[in-house]
């Protein structure tokens, strides 16, 4: 599909940072604040597909290609599944939580039943939540990429 | 004309319909579950055993993280399937 | 019988989607019936675990009360996102049939007898 005029190219393209710092936001709290990676995930994906719609398939499909988003997607998901087989090397069952406790990365243990939210906790949690929501930003955006491309009318395809 | 078929779809969703209005109005009241053993048992420990503050997200990764590498082959299926319908082979 | 609102609403949105898929005939409204019939499951796995007068299961510094359920909801963010693969699936096929058959209509489309 094309492009949008030049004041609604200028508006989402000053938009488009803040929808990702608060997608990022909500994908790094959230062992803390309700999200989390799917969440933040599709907060991202919807600032992209603002992008795309008003830039036009044709042009963002010249600098991204698909081949690229898909080489991001697998990335997020070998992540997830190293997370995963590592608790099962370092402590006793698959999925384990191995940082907790620990006096490493992200190893505090709050108090039972306090309220401060301290970033430094919650495990393994925090790795799976960045693994998760880069996959998901990736797909989304791919599927939304692909299909619009795929959209385009006779006299564009010239 | 009416033909054979409309009446058997009638028929079949107006049963069906009949059994979903019936449960609604006969299940408990809203509000008050049925078994709440598991959910007390990770609510009083998923600070100390996980060391998140959020329960859902313990829960989603922690607890249950098995269910979550099968929601995560279901979109990366998903995303390859879309990809492929709409592949053009180069000549 | 009044305080089952939420599980009446379930079935509404359940039996509107039904009615869409049975008897329509363009490709996209069958589309969105699945959607809503979709909608209404995760409605209905949110309204099993609430308790009554509870607040959301996370721990703030704010004096707080009994909480509710945290299961439902791990297994509704679950189900949210198989049917977002679902839905872009379906639409990429009903672009393909489109671009073959050259109408949406179901009843102008051949079976596989030809």
């Known amino acids: 599909m094309s492009g949008m005029s030049k004041i609604v190219k200028t508006i989402s393209g000053i938009a488009f940072p803040f929808i ?13 604040t309700p999200g989390g990676g799917f969440q933040g995930g599709a907060i991202v994906a919807s600032g992209c597909a603002m992008v795309l719609v008003s830039y036009g398939s044709i042009w ?3 600098r991204v290609k698909e081949k690229n988003l898909s080489i991001l997607e697998s990335l997020g998901a070998i992540c997830f599944i190293l997370l995963a087989i590592l608790g099962l090397g370092f402590g006793t069952v698959f999925f384990n939580n191995f940082l907790v406790g620990t006096n490493s990365l992200f190893g505090v243990v ?18 799976m939540n960045f693994a998760v929501g880069l996959k998901v930003i990736a797909g989304l955006f791919g599927i939304v990429l692909v299909m619009a491309y795929a959209s385009r009318t006779k006299e564009e395809k010239k | 004309m009416i033909s054979r078929r409309d009446i058997a779809a009638v028929l079949s969703f107006s049963i069906v319909a009949m059994f979903f209005i019936f ?21 009083t ?47 | 019988m009044i305080f089952n609102i939420p599980f009446i609403a ?51 510094s704010s004096p707080g009360g009994i909480m509710a359920l945290p299961v439902p909801q791990a297994l509704t963010l679950t189900s949210i996102v198989i049917g977002v693969a679902v839905l872009a699936l379906m639409l990429s096929l009903v672009i393909h049939i489109y671009r073959h058959y050259g109408t949406l209509d ?6 596989p007898e030809e």
């Not at chain 1, 990702?20 to 959230?30: N, P």
């Not at chain 2, 006969?26 to 609510?43: A, Q, S």
């Not at chain 2, 990764?61 to 990809?83: H, M, S």
């Open chain 2, 45 to 91: 420990n998923a600070q100390t055993e996980t060391g998140a503050n959020n329960a859902v997200t313990s829960v989603v990764f922690d607890y249950r993280g098995f269910d979550t590498l099968g929601e995560a082959t279901i979109l990366f299926t998903a995303v390859a399937a879309v990809i492929m319908v709409f592949r053009r082979l180069k000549k």
């Open chain 1, 20 to 32: 990702t710092i608060y997608g990022l936001y909500v994908i790094a709290h959230g062992h803390l």
């Open chain 3, 10 to 60: 379930v079935a509404a949105l359940i039996l509107i989607g039904l009615y869409a898929v049975i008897f329509k005939r363009n490709l996209i409204k069958m589309v969105i019936g699945i959607t809503l019939i979709e909608s209404g499951v995760n409605l209905f796995l949110i309204t099993l675990g609430y308790r009554e007068g509870s607040i959301a299961p996370i721990y703030t």
């Open chain 1, 60 to 62: 963002i499909m010249d």
């Open chain 2, 23 to 43: 449960g609604a109005l006969i299940i408990h009241p809203f509000g008050t579950p049925d078994e709440t053993g598991m959910d007390d048992n990770i609510i």
């Open chain 3, 106 to 111: 179901v009843r102008k489309m051949g079976g």
């Open chain 1, 110 to 127: 709050p108090a039972a039943g306090s309220g401060l939210a301290d970033i430094n906790t919650g495990g393994v949690i925090p790795l």
